[in-house]
């Protein structure tokens, strides 16, 4: 298990509940979290094609923050944890 601290925001859920490991992607929906920086969208773009052409992923969400500096909304936070089984949230320049 891997323990990452997010500097901007308080964690929401208790420590232990975080989803199971995936053991493929293979047929997985994967989503994305742009958080607004110059050139994370190309990046996330070029990930998106490798993960479904290489991976096997059947679809890729993306969705954009409004602003590096704020968290996600709730809605679309809900929105992808309701549709993803693995979300990244990425950063750019």
């Known amino acids: ?5 997010d500097p901007t925001a308080t964690r ?3 420590p232990g509940t975080a989803g199971k490991k995936l053991d493929t992607l293979s047929g997985k ?3 994305f979290i742009d958080n607004a920086k110059p050139n994370f969208n190309h990046l ?3 990930l998106a ?6 991976y096997g992923v ?3 969400i993306k969705r954009r923050k409004r602003s590096a ?5 709730d809605e679309i936070v809900r929105e992808l944890s309701g549709e993803c089984d ?3 949230a990425g950063s750019g320049d």
């Open 58 to 60: 059947k679809q890729v």
């Open 1 to 5: 298990m891997v323990l990452l601290y």
């Open 86 to 88: 693995v979300v990244i």
């Open 44 to 46: 996330v773009d070029d």
């Open 29 to 31: 929906v994967v989503g």
């Open 12 to 14: 929401q859920d208790e």
């Open 69 to 73: 500096s704020v968290p996600a909304p």
């Open 49 to 54: 094609d490798l993960l479904v052409a290489k």
